[in-house]
Structures are given as structure tokens and as C-alpha cells.
């Protein structure tokens, strides 16, 4: 039954209670922080070690954030936009989590030797190539921002089979080449539009875009991508949470 935990499931215990805490996050039951462990263990007639596995998972899952004190954040109360600030996400499960569609209109894909700032960013030897993909990203037929991710060759050498009008970048890394991506580091800055922005974005006159660059690492700490995306000025919401570190 939702909500309880059955003893004679084949489901462990911490599982059982993971799945009903994140039914509970994503209901919109709790604010900003979980009750405490003695008050939940106590609710769900279970014992601290099996309530911390179950916190163990959804934090692994990305639901909540353990901090010091046994304080617990709620990381995922809606999901209405991404929380670009706390949450790893590719355009494709953002369009998703949205009920939108998501295709790509590829402006550029090929083999090409970086710069000098790409080539920083990607901490590449030189001469070693990247891969550029600049597309207009869309969900339904509404253009949302427009994005140029350049990737190390050596870790992709087939990439060019993949239709990334309808593929995610992200999904592919992850299920063809095992790369998970893991940790970003990104600046936001408010930009103006070139004309050509203008028209690829289908702007209204004088509408800001909002400026989205960064890395991507993978979990071995390898930089996977160096990207920069436009957004559309309303279409960029951005939320972000912060917490004071214990003394």
C-alpha cells in the first residue's frame, strides 16, 4: 500500500522507505528540509540505519542534500524548470520534465582544431582536435536557446554517427562511449543578441538573452565539454539554493 512499508515485500525495507519519501518530495509534502531522522524512523516504525540507507539513496539520486547536523534539503520539491544551480541536467530530460517535446536544428558538426580558450578549457594538448556541435534547441516548435559544445575527439572518435538533431549529447556520452558526466562548473552573464541569434531564437526586438558557459567533467575528473549556451531572456529561469556551512 503507498505510503506503507510491508514487512513481507520482497523490496528491502530502505527501499520500500526511499520509494515513499520520494513519492512524498515530489508531492510537494515537505519545504525546504525533511523532518528529522528520529521523527521519521519514528513515522515509518523503522531504526536510524535503515532510515540513513534510505537517505543514502536519495541523495545518490540527486533528491536531497545531507549536510552537517543531520540537516536534510529538499533539492527537488517541483519540477517545473531546471535548477541549473544544484541539478545536472541535459536539454532533453529538462524538455521531458517540461511534457515538451525536444528536437535540435544542427547548425554545425564537424572536426575542427580548438582555439586557444577551448583547448585550455578542455586542457588539450596542441593539436589535438575537437568535435563542435552548435545547435538551436527546441521544445515543441518554440526555439528555447542556442548551444555550441565542443568535446575532445580522442574521447568520441565515432560521434559523427549519431543524429544529434533528435539524439541527446549527454545520453550518447553516457550509454555508447561510459562516460558519465558528474560535476559542472558554469558563469551566467546577461547578453545582448547578434542579428543572427536574433532570428535563429525568433527574438522580439531588444530581448536579452541570458549567457550559460562551462565545463563538464566525467566522474574519472576528465573535462568532457566546453559549452555555451544562449537562452532566450523568457525562457531563462534559473533557481538557485544555498546553505551556510556549519561552524
Avoid at 57 to 71: A, N, P
Avoid at 91 to 115: A, C, H, N, Y
Avoid at 199 to 221: T, W
Wanted: zero cysteines; proline letters at 6%.
Amino acid at each position: 500500500m503507498k505510503g506503507f512499508i510491508l514487512r513481507d515485500s520482497v523490496l528491502p525495507v530502505y527501499i520500500q522507505l526511499k520509494n515513499i519519501l520520494k513519492s512524498e518530495i515530489q508531492a510537494g509534502l515537505y519545504d525546504v528540509t525533511l523532518p528529522s531522522e528520529r521523527k521519521l524512523a519514528e513515522k515509518y516504525h523503522v531504526n536510524i540505519h535503515t532510515l540513513r540507507k534510505a537517505l543514502a539513496e536519495l541523495e545518490r539520486e540527486g533528491m536531497i542534500i545531507k549536510r552537517r547536523g543531520q540537516v536534510t534539503a529538499v533539492v527537488l520539491k517541483e519540477a517545473t524548470f531546471r535548477d541549473y544551480a544544484s541539478e545536472l541536467l541535459s536539454f532533453t530530460e529538462e524538455m521531458q520534465r517540461r511534457g515538451l517535446k525536444p528536437w535540435s536544428r544542427v547548425l554545425q558538426f564537424e572536426r575542427i582544431l580548438p582555439d586557444l580558450e577551448v583547448q585550455r578549457m578542455l586542457s588539450l594538448n596542441p593539436g589535438e582536435e575537437v568535435v563542435v556541435l552548435k545547435r538551436v534547441r527546441y521544445g515543441n516548435d518554440k526555439p528555447f536557446n542556442l548551444g555550441i559544445s565542443f568535446l575532445p575527439y580522442k574521447l568520441v572518435p565515432d560521434i559523427f554517427s549519431f543524429d544529434f538533431s533528435q539524439e541527446s549529447l549527454h545520453y550518447v556520452l553516457r550509454s555508447h562511449y561510459g562516460i558519465d558526466l558528474v560535476m559542472a562548473e558554469e558563469l551566467f552573464e546577461p547578453v545582448m543578441p547578434t542579428l543572427e541569434e536574433v532570428e535563429l531564437l525568433n527574438l522580439p526586438p531588444m530581448m536579452p538573452l541570458m549567457l550559460m558557459k562551462g565545463v563538464i567533467y566525467s566522474s574519472k575528473g576528465i573535462p568532457v565539454e566546453y559549452f555555451s549556451l544562449k537562452f532566450r531572456g523568457d525562457e531563462a529561469r534559473f533557481s538557485v539554493r544555498v546553505f551556510r556551512n556549519s561552524y
